[in-house]
């Protein structure tokens, strides 16, 4: 869904009337703050560069320019200097990459830096000159911004406005000394539970699993395999924790590789493969699709899940003490959330399963929903063929507490109901 | 067994608060969609007859809208500037419906909306109040009316040509965000004789900020700007509204000897556009005015008298577009001996072409104690090829009126 968007939103910005040279020609440089050091990034609109570079370099081509390392380098290096607030010493800047992207429509440098401060002393805390351009042209004006910063719970969504560099004013205080590493965690944890609130497939994914978990499958006369109540509470409880569990490792197993980025799979393709587990989960919902092994194909569906987990993680460029923290957060929030959702739905669905006989009719109503839902998914994202069935979702998940209270009434009224109706038997045995 | 009857009516009426809930959310979602905020349009004709002004205004205000002139002679008839500017404005919110009046008055203390202007087009930066094409035929009238009242007649002709020039670049395939009728109107603070208020009136390549304070007018930051910036022509009319700035800013120079052009130039420093351009609602005054050695160029007290002639000339350019009720006080205190003592010319570009217009990244400004005049000239963005200007005026100490 996301990567379509965005390619929408870019074509649209392509064909918009007039790309307006009035725009932008300030430069920004993010910064993110690490635990050894802080990795910078500058971006540069070309047409203020080329006006201040020297001429050697002036006389360049873009792409030229872009191959000179060492003497665009230099030119960074001349101009920009960090100096830490503890003890005065001098960071070592060193350019790691450069190269040319639009960014707001505009043609800009955009050059990648590590700032490593002196022996002893924290990235956290140093005073910033920057007058890259700015020594030349003296109208120009940098933005300076905090990107990442863990420990004070920064993520790359949205960067946090530091400053302004200009004319007379070269130089910053950055001072990130506040914050610890549980900040950042308790932020993570929360995004991760976040993550599958806002997640409806998932969510839809997720009852599809346990609206089965009361119940076993069996061969009917006809040989066909359907859905029979399970008597056993024990049963139940162990399925569905064996369900969950499988399906926990199978996504932490893949988010922490996808994370690492040691495998690297289209974000589409996943996205529609996710769409496909929920379909198969829910057309296996109204009927069995295969018998037994439930914990196998929930592990391997969570393998999938997990990678699409992983995109949420895939701007947190941190070093990797803070990258394990940040990671275990996320994939705890998940957690706490699926149990959340889990302790929330699964006790009415015993009572309702147990107790109600409408509960196959429910059953198969929510499955066929889901499926539906996902299949106007998979159109939607392997085929850009946007339909009415994603809003008519997003709608009834805003009715969802309502939806929870009718489930939880119907449980009760069922129990009471069953009570009711067994009372003159009493030998009749409740659970 | 009137017990199961509930209880199997309710047991029926669950799995209904479910349907009811889909068949709800169905209906819903298809009017979930919702226009995008339109522009405030309505063509209805304010009423009146009743002009809201001072008691000794006699009976005037706006004819019906079937015949579009307005009778300002109420407002003429008042003996102070501040007076008749007050008029207008009353007459002008007169015509303006309840949620026009609503859009077009800001309160006083509001710093975020007085420093709300800008040189880009409107789709690029938004601005307060009321747009012009949003208003019927008689309120533009009268908006007008207002606009000649508290600029000069010089002001209003640079007004009506920086307008046209947006019509013109529309007509010259810059699109639809370029066109007179996106500019805009606001007041900040009620229009009163004898209280503080501002008025705004802006768009592309426009900022007019007036701030009277008990009558006294300060009519900083201000900026134009033209593209094109020769004169050109549209439905039938020729404008040229930078020609005058221009001019008397390249004659301030061309004044000079070869040797005092030289001590002018800003060695080393490139301008890409003004060093203090518009606040971005920034709510406080600039602070990047070039200080102690930065501030270097000629210093007109050491100029011949007729070389300051010609700097007056350049400054009248700017000052000399409010009325003499305004301007007289601000000219004689940014062109005194004292002043000029501390006033500095300088220019910058490409030193080989001297003050070319012609040339992108030309660069000219005044600086004095108060006065802050800066123009640039910029590759032009809808006409290709030729340069455009961006100029400011400020006031280093009496910006806003000195109200932030």
Not at chain 1, 294 to 318: K, Q, R, Y
Not at chain 1, 321 to 329: D, H, I, N, Y
Not at chain 1, 336 to 363: E, H, N
Request: proline share 3%; with cysteine; hydrophobic share 45%.
């Amino acid at each position: 869904m996301k990567p379509l968007f965005s390619l929408l939103i870019l074509l649209m910005s392509f064909m918009s009337t007039q790309v307006h040279a009035h725009a932008a020609n300030q430069s920004t440089l993010l910064l993110d703050i690490g635990t050894d050091s802080v990795q910078a990034e500058l971006q540069i609109p070309v047409d203020e560069l080329f006006l201040a570079l020297p001429d050697e370099l002036k006389a360049q081509s873009l792409d030229a320019l872009v191959q000179q390392k060492a003497e665009l380098s230099s030119y960074i290096d001349a101009h920009l200097s960090a100096t830490s607030s503890e003890n005065n010493g001098k960071f070592a800047i060193k350019v790691r990459s450069l190269s040319v992207g639009l960014i707001n429509q505009v043609s800009n440098l955009i050059v990648t830096m590590s700032l490593t401060p002196p022996q002893g002393a924290s990235p956290r805390a140093f005073r910033l000159t920057d007058n890259v351009v700015l020594h030349r042209v003296v109208n120009h004006k940098t933005t300076v911004t905090i990107r990442r910063d863990f420990a004070n719970a920064q993520f790359a969504e949205a960067p946090q406005l530091l400053g302004m560099i200009y004319y007379q004013n070269d130089t910053i205080v950055i001072n990130q000394t506040k914050g610890s590493l549980w900040l950042g965690a308790r932020a993570m944890i929360r995004m991760g539970m976040e993550h599958i609130a806002d997640g409806l497939d998932h969510m839809l994914f997720m009852i599809s699993l346990l609206i089965i978990a009361p119940m076993i499958r069996k061969r009917n006369p006809a040989g066909k395999l359907v859905w029979y109540p399970s008597s056993s509470v024990k049963e139940k409880c162990l399925n569905i924790i064996k369900v969950v569990s499988a399906f926990t490792l199978g996504h932490s197993m893949t988010l922490l590789i996808s994370a690492l980025k040691l495998i690297s799979i289209p974000s589409q393709a996943i996205e529609v493969m996710v769409a496909v587990t929920i379909l198969l989960a829910a057309v296996h919902a109204i009927r069995p699709l295969f018998e037994g092994r439930d914990w196998l194909v929930a592990g391997a569906f969570g393998c999938i899940h997990g990678m699409a987990f992983a995109s949420a993680l895939e701007n947190i460029g941190f070093d990797l003490k803070t990258f394990v923290v940040a990671l275990f957060s996320f994939n705890l929030g998940i957690e706490l959330a699926q149990l959340l959702i889990v302790a929330v739905l699964v006790p009415w669905l015993i009572l309702l399963a147990r107790f109600s006989k409408y509960y196959d009719g429910l059953r198969v109503l929510i499955a066929s929903f889901t499926a539906l839902a996902a299949l106007s998914w998979i159109l939607e994202r392997a085929l850009g063929f946007r339909n009415w069935v994603n809003p008519l979702v997003e709608q009834l998940f805003s009715f969802s507490p309502y939806i929870l209270l009718s489930f939880a009434t119907l449980a009760i009224l069922s129990v009471l109901q069953f009570k009711r109706n067994h009372r003159t038997h009493p030998c009749a045995k409740l659970m | 067994m009137r017990h199961s009857t509930i209880l199997s009516l309710a047991k029926l009426c669950a799995p209904i608060a479910i349907v009811v809930a889909v068949v709800t959310a169905c209906g819903s979602s298809g009017s979930a969609k919702s226009t995008s905020s339109a522009t405030v349009v309505s063509s209805s004709v304010a009423s009146s007859s009743a002009s809201a002004v001072s008691s000794d205004a006699t009976s005037a205000g706006v004819s019906s809208s079937s015949s579009v002139s307005i009778n300002s002679a109420a407002c003429d008839a008042l003996t102070t500037h501040i007076a008749k500017v007050v008029c207008m404005s009353d007459a002008f919110k007169a015509t303006l419906t309840a949620s026009q009046l609503t859009s077009v008055q800001y309160d006083w203390s509001n710093k975020k909306a007085k420093t709300t202007w800008s040189n880009f087009p409107t789709s690029f930066v938004a601005r307060n109040g009321l747009r012009f094409g949003a208003m019927s035929a008689e309120s533009l009238l009268t908006a007008k009316a207002l606009v000649a009242t508290v600029l000069s007649a010089e002001g209003y002709s640079d007004f009506l040509g920086t307008m046209a020039a947006d019509d013109y670049l529309k007509a010259s395939g810059g699109g639809s965000d370029y066109s007179s009728s996106n500019y805009y109107i606001a007041f900040i603070g009620t229009p009163v004789v004898n209280g503080s208020w501002m008025i705004q009136i802006g768009g592309h390549h426009m900022a007019y900020n007036i701030t009277y304070l008990s009558g006294v007018g300060y009519p900083t930051p201000n900026h134009i700007g033209a593209e094109p910036k020769a004169s050109f022509e549209i439905n039938s009319a020729t404008y040229s509204p930078m020609a005058g700035e221009g001019n008397a800013m390249v004659a301030m120079f061309k004044g000079l000897t070869s040797s005092e052009l030289d001590y002018a130039y800003l060695s080393g420093q490139t301008y890409s556009d003004v060093l203090i351009g518009p606040d971005n609602g920034s709510g406080v005054l600039p602070s990047a005015y070039p200080s102690g050695s930065n501030r270097t160029g000629k210093r007109v007290s050491d100029l011949t008298a007729t070389q300051q002639a010609l700097v007056t000339a350049a400054v009248e350019q700017w000052v000399r577009d409010y009325p003499s009720a305004v301007s007289d006080a601000l000219m004689a205190d940014y062109t005194s001996p004292a002043a000029y003592a501390d006033t500095f010319i300088a220019w910058a570009g490409t030193k080989s072409k001297g003050v070319d217009v012609d040339t992108a990244g030309t660069y000219m400004r005044i600086d004095g104690p108060r006065l802050w005049i800066e123009l640039v000239c910029q590759n032009g963005v809808v006409i290709q090829g030729k340069t455009h200007y961006h100029a400011f005026y400020r006031d280093k100490t009496m910006d806003y009126g000195n109200s932030l």
